[in-house]
């Protein structure tokens, strides 16, 4: 088993940053894939990052292209999300999941998950 703790969120102005992590435990993180998945109030939850278990590839939603960056730090078993030129529409609670396959866009193809945290970003 994968526990997953993410922390970060908050409130933020619009045009403002923060930056999401997500520790994880125990099992060898260097295993897994991971992903970061966003859910606004009334919607399905949405891909946004993913990244490769060596952190050697990374792949983005066209949404936050530009804007939000994805890395890992495997010596602290972490995954980040750093969110600048944060618009309102990117409020949602924000998810991280690892995967033993790859990180793709679709959320039954994880096999762990974290509890989620707010982000809500003010106009």
């Known amino acids: 088993q994968v526990k997953l703790v993410e922390s970060g969120g908050g409130l933020v102005q619009a045009g403002g940053s923060l930056r999401l992590s997500c520790v994880a435990s125990?099992?060898?993180?260097?295993?897994?894939?991971m992903g970061w998945f966003r859910q606004a109030p009334g919607k399905e939850r949405e891909f946004v990052l993913g990244i490769s278990r060596s952190g050697g590839s990374t792949s983005y939603a066209d949404s936050v292209k530009g804007r939000f960056t994805i890395s890992r730090d495997s010596a602290k078993n972490t995954v980040y999300l750093q969110m600048n030129s944060l618009k309102p529409e990117d409020t949602a609670v924000y998810y991280c999941?690892?995967?033993?396959?790859?990180?793709?866009?679709?959320?039954?193809?994880?096999?762990?998950w974290g509890q989620g945290t707010q982000v809500t970003v003010s106009s």
């Open positions: 999941a690892a995967t033993f396959g790859a990180a793709t866009v679709v959320p039954r193809q994880y096999n762990y």
């Open positions: 125990g099992r060898t993180f260097s295993n897994y894939a």
